[in-house]
């Protein structure tokens, strides 16, 4: 097996249920930076995510306020509740993952952050994430980026391009040998796939539970 990573630190964009190579990235960082200076990118994982259904791999994603998409810091985006994706999300995770080991367990961590609606997408994604990193049992310092980072510094790992769903190359988990397989309720049918990595952490934390942090090292 190839050396897990030491980074210095991590520089990430926000996200939202963020993929399991994410926080393979902060488990291995001394700290981490959440770029909050940055432009709304559309077609990322700052508002999707990406589960396995009974149809195979679906993405989940947060519509944002329409004039708002463009040229807008990440940190003014606000969310826009009026489609129902709040409804839909909420029924996806559930059926994905009623049948799991451990869903019920987290969704009543999970469930009610959404269910509260925040008004701006950076802030859903920072509850979010301050969840899961309790859950996960993770204690890396995180904070906000206090401008635009155009260098991390040669001690950070970039995940800010490297981490994204249009992200051509391997990913984190792949580079480092940590693709390990687990159960997935849906994937395990035959015929079809013996494991899909790299999902929504929620795969991960429904499947493994407590044993979620120690997998991530």
Avoid at 3 to 8: A, I, K, L, V, W
Avoid at 74 to 79: E, L, Y
Avoid at 115 to 125: A, C, G, I, K, T
């Amino acid at each position: 097996m190839i050396p897990s990573p030491h980074f210095g630190g991590a520089l990430l964009t926000t996200a939202y249920m963020p993929p399991v190579e994410y926080f393979f990235a902060i488990a291995h960082s001394g700290k981490v930076l959440i770029e909050q200076h940055e432009s709304y990118q559309k077609q990322s994982w700052r508002n999707r995510c990406r589960i396995f259904a009974t149809a195979g791999p679906e993405d989940l994603s947060i519509p944002v306020v329409k004039e708002e998409r463009h040229s807008r810091p990440i940190r003014d985006i606000r969310i826009d509740y009026s489609e129902p994706w709040l409804q839909h999300h909420i029924r996806a995770f559930a059926a994905a993952y009623r049948s799991s080991a451990f869903y019920d367990y987290y969704a009543d961590d999970l469930i009610p952050i959404l269910e509260s609606r925040p008004v701006f997408l950076f802030d859903l994604n920072m509850v979010l994430l301050e969840k899961l990193l309790a859950l996960l049992g993770l204690g890396t310092q995180v904070a906000l980026t206090e401008g635009f980072a155009a260098s991390p510094g040669p001690d950070f790992f970039d995940g800010r391009q490297r981490i994204q769903p249009k992200y051509k190359g391997e990913s984190l988990l792949a580079e480092y040998g940590r693709e390990q397989a687990y159960y997935q309720v849906f994937v395990n049918r035959e015929p079809g796939p013996l494991f899909v990595p790299n999902l929504s952490v929620i795969d991960l934390l429904s499947a493994e539970g407590p044993d979620s942090g120690r997998w991530l090292l």
